[in-house]
Nanobody, 124 residues
Framework: QVQLVESGGGLVQAGGSLRLSCAASGRTFAYYFMGWFRQAPGKERDLVASISWSDGSTYHADSVKGRFTISRDVAKNTLYLQMNSLKPEDTAVYYC?????????????????WGQGTQVTVSS
């Protein structure tokens, strides 16, 4: 069974930085895509970024391009999201997710495995 455990959320001032981590276990992830989603109160859950575990190719949503960077450490089975120049509108619960596949996907329903989420709050 795939297990995903996020950490690294917290409270930060606008313009600051945070790095989220997601420890993955229970499977060999060579053919998986891993993603970071976020959900603000009253809003839908949206993909922030995704990465191919095998070749490291990435996708970043337009809203975070140039500010957020997704990466992975294959040896540690850990996914990261480096968030810089944070804005109040980045405030949300951030979720790590995983899917078996051959291409990036933005669909929430395309990811069967999810972490419990970590809160990120950006104050103005």
């Amino acid at each position: 069974q795939v297990q995903l455990v996020e950490s690294g959320g917290g409270l930060v001032q606008a313009g600051g930085s945070l790095r989220l981590s997601c420890a993955a276990s229970g499977r060999t992830f060579a053919y998986y895509f891993m993603g970071w989603f976020r959900q603000a109160p009253g809003k839908e859950r949206d993909l922030v970024a995704s990465i191919s575990w095998s070749d490291g190719s990435t996708y970043h949503a337009d809203s975070v391009k140039g500010r957020f960077t997704i990466s992975r450490d294959v040896a540690k089975n850990t996914l990261y999201l480096q968030m810089n120049s944070l804005k109040p509108e980045d405030t949300a619960v951030y979720y790590c997710a995983a899917r078996l596949g051959s291409a990036h996907s933005t669909r929430v329903n395309g990811y069967p495995y999810w972490g419990q989420g970590t809160q990120v709050t950006v104050s103005s």
